[in-house]
């Protein structure tokens, strides 16, 4: 019995020490050494992706920057109060308060006369001409509103604030330099004594731009707004989506649901997807010779306009359409066939619903694309000076991206904030779309358990 016993503690001890063995093997040396040259490589790699979004973040953060505070100080605006006399003799000689007379009447003058009896001593053609250009022309008809909208103004003596010019406005918010020679400022030593003379009687002060949203582009900068272009980019946008997203979701529908395969439809999708990298300005040549040209479309209107946009962002909504319909299970599908559901039943009733959510982002991820693009609107004539707000898509306008190209190439210098501001709305409005589509998303998506 001893023997057997003596045997299979050697065969142990033999087992124990052949273990021991090959934990001191160098081949297993070499496979940690390998894995923590991999963890270290891994932290690395990780640490690298960190560093490049902290660049991005970064270089984000220092544009955003740069834009607010060249923008926001076109949010708000100079204006002067002045006594206004509104006298019969200029406005109305006659006396019968006929709408063409008040219409046409001289407002500049009554203005003018203010200032004049401010500074009384000021006299000679050339030195009133500098203390005019305090004001804005803008004054002439913001006094012409006020009387034809009620003609009870006429004879009486007011104080109303008054719209400054782009210079006044830009001494008023810091950014003439006084030190610079007079012949290098756009003021004249005379006028920043004036406006100082004004600033001491408490007669200048800073508002809330809220023309700056509600009015048309203007050779002046102090009168120009983003108001025309907001509304011609509602209009272009509207007449995009109405025709894109239901062509978009019927194609996408067609194509993954129903379409046999085949080459014709092989073909039909590579166009599609090689559609969607044609750079934007190749559809605005196609409106240009299609729209304008062949059928006669009224130009620099947003129905030329959607149309266009509504070429350019069709194979997205179809490509981004398909991408979710291949995201829904396919036993939803066996279930629904199962069940002896058709074809048209599956799709609208259990394979649509799953889908919209994925359909709904693509779709206004496309929107906010057309609603960046300048190159295809250039084409069709909407880089034109459109003053008027427009009142349908029938109407000449502009759009934000356009708007911004226009006052990116003035010369005057007060554009320059008006050009940062309308960016910040663009921006604004972009990031507005893209979280209404993570909200539709989150809204119309349903879990499949």
């Given amino acids: 019995?001893?023997?057997?016993?003596?045997?299979?503690?050697?065969?142990?001890?033999?087992?124990?020490?052949?273990?021991?063995?090959?934990?001191?093997?160098?081949?297993?040396?070499?496979?940690?050494?390998?894995?923590?040259?991999?963890?270290?490589?891994?932290?690395?790699?990780?640490?690298?992706?960190?560093?490049?979004?902290?660049?991005g973040l970064a270089f984000l953060v220092a544009l955003f920057t740069d834009v607010i505070l060249e923008a926001h100080s076109a949010f708000f605006q100079t204006q002067v109060e002045m006594e206004i006399f509104f006298d019969p003799a200029v406005i109305d000689p006659a006396g019968d308060r006929e709408s063409q007379a008040l219409i046409s009447a001289d407002y500049a003058q009554l203005w003018r006369q203010a200032l004049r009896e401010r500074f009384p001593?000021?006299?000679?053609?050339?030195d009133r001409r500098e203390l005019y250009g305090l004001l804005s022309a803008g004054a002439t008809y913001e006094l012409q509103r006020m009387v034809t909208s009620d003609p009870t103004w006429i004879g009486q003596r007011v104080t109303l604030a008054l719209r400054a010019s782009d210079e006044l406005d830009w001494l008023?918010?810091?950014?003439?330099?006084?030190?610079?020679?007079?012949?290098?400022?756009?003021?004249?030593?005379?006028?920043?004594?004036?406006?100082?003379?004004?600033?001491?009687?408490?007669?200048?002060?800073r508002r809330f731009n809220a023309a700056f949203f509600t009015t048309g582009d203007s050779r002046d900068p102090e009168l120009a707004g983003i108001g025309g272009a907001i509304v011609g980019s509602f209009y272009t946008l509207l007449i995009t989506l109405l025709i894109a997203f239901p062509l978009g979701v019927a194609t996408a529908i067609y194509l993954q649901e129903f379409a046999p395969r085949s080459r014709w439809i092989d073909l039909i999708e590579v166009n599609i997807n090689n559609l969607a990298a044609v750079p934007s300005i190749v559809f605005g040549l196609l409106g240009l010779a299609v729209f304008l040209n062949l059928f006669g479309m009224p130009r620099s209107a947003p129905l030329v306009g959607g149309l266009v946009l509504s070429l350019m962002t069709l194979p997205v909504i179809i490509i981004a359409g398909r991408a979710a319909l291949q995201a829904v299970p396919p036993s939803i599908r066996e279930a629904a066939y199962g069940l002896g559901a058709t074809p048209l039943q599956v799709t609208a009733h259990h394979v649509l619903p799953l889908a919209l959510p994925g359909m709904l982002t693509g779709a206004i991820i496309g929107m906010a694309r057309a609603l960046g693009e300048t190159a295809p609107l250039l084409m069709i004539g909407m880089v034109a000076f459109i003053v008027d707000v427009p009142k349908g898509p029938l109407d000449p306008s502009t759009v934000l991206p356009v708007q911004v190209y226009l006052w990116a190439d003035s010369p005057e210098r007060a554009f320059a904030e008006k050009t940062s501001a309308a960016i910040l709305c663009l921006l604004l409005f972009l990031i507005l779309m893209n979280g209404g589509a993570v909200w539709l998303r989150q809204k119309t998506e349903k879990r499949i358990r």
Wanted: proline letters at 3%.
């Fill in 1 to 55: 019995m001893s023997e057997p016993m003596v045997a299979g503690g050697e065969i142990k001890a033999a087992e124990s020490a052949e273990r021991a063995s090959r934990r001191k093997m160098p081949g297993r040396d070499q496979r940690r050494h390998r894995l923590g040259k991999r963890l270290k490589a891994e932290r690395r790699f990780r640490l690298a992706c960190l560093a490049a979004v902290g660049v």
């Fill in 121 to 126: 001593e000021v006299s000679g053609r050339r």
């Fill in 172 to 205: 008023v918010k810091g950014r003439v330099d006084r030190a610079l020679p007079e012949s290098e400022r756009q003021l004249s030593d005379r006028q920043i004594a004036w406006a100082d003379a004004l600033r001491a009687d408490g007669r200048v002060e």
